[in-house]
Nanobody
Framework: QVQLVQSGGGLVQAGGSLRLSCTSPGRTFTGYTVAWFRQAPGKEREFVAHIARDGGSAYYADSVKGRFTISTDNPKNTVYLQMNSLKPEDTAVYYC???????????????WGPGTQVTVSS
């Protein structure tokens, strides 16, 4: 079982930046891929980005490419999502997730954080 704890998020004006963090207390992400998904009110959960804990390239949704960066700090066992040039349409609850495989389909991810609200005002 993988428990995920999230931090970060909040309210920011359009064009601003936020950073989200995801960690797993008591165990490492070794062998896992960690992803960020988001869900806006009334919409299906959608893929944002994922990265393999043990290296390999990151993968992004087209809607965030060039603005968001996913990264890992292995000594801290933490995965970050740096979000720059935020837009009102980025407003959503953001979830981190862990899996043994890479996929943009949220339905195959077994482990989830509690979610954190990101609100971008225009």
């Amino acid at each position: 079982q993988v428990q995920l704890v999230q931090s970060g998020g909040g309210l920011v004006q359009a064009g601003g930046s936020l950073r989200l963090s995801c960690t797993s207390p008591g165990r490492t992400f070794t062998g896992y891929t960690v992803a960020w998904f988001r869900q806006a009110p009334g919409k299906e959960r959608e893929f944002v980005a994922h990265i393999a804990r043990d290296g390999g390239s990151a993968y992004y949704a087209d809607s965030v490419k060039g603005r968001f960066t996913i990264s890992t700090d292995n000594p801290k066992n933490t995965v970050y999502l740096q979000m720059n040039s935020l837009k009102p349409e980025d407003t959503a609850v953001y979830y981190c997730a862990a899996n043994g495989i890479r996929s943009s389909d949220y339905r195959v991810w077994p482990y989830w954080g509690p979610g954190t609200q990101v609100t971008v005002s225009s």
